[in-house]
Nanobody
Framework: QVQLVESGGGLVQAGGSLRLSCVVS????????MGWFRQGPGKEREFVAH????????YYVDSVKGRFTISRANAKNTVSLQMNSLKPEDTAVYYC?????????????????WGQGTQVTVSS
């Protein structure tokens, strides 16, 4: 059974930084493409970032480009999201997701496994 466990959320002031981590178990991590999504208050869940199995390619939603960085450590079964220059509009529950098959990065329905989420709150 594949499990994804996120950590690293919290409360931060605007302009601050947080680093989210997601540890994956139950599946060979290097066989999974990984993504981060978020759902803000009263909003639908949206794509944030994606990284390929090898880590050679990354994709971001325009609103976080230049501020967020997705990375992975296959030896540690971990994918991370470094978030800098945070804004109040980044407030959301952040979810880690994994895909075991080829997919279009950011297409939610094509991710097979999801974590429970971690809350990120950015105060103004």
């Amino acid at each position: 059974q594949v499990q994804l466990v996120e950590s690293g959320g919290g409360l931060v002031q605007a302009g601050g930084s947080l680093r989210l981590s997601c540890v994956v178990s139950g599946r060979t991590f290097s066989s999974l493409a990984m993504g981060w999504f978020r759902q803000g208050p009263g909003k639908e869940r949206e794509f944030v970032a994606h990284i390929t199995r090898s880590g050679g390619s990354t994709y971001y939603v325009d609103s976080v480009k230049g501020r967020f960085t997705i990375s992975r450590a296959n030896a540690k079964n971990t994918v991370s999201l470094q978030m800098n220059s945070l804004k109040p509009e980044d407030t959301a529950v952040y979810y880690c997701a994994a895909a075991s098959r080829p997919l279009r990065p950011g297409t939610q329905a094509e991710y097979d496994y999801w974590g429970q989420g971690t809350q990120v709150t950015v105060s103004s």
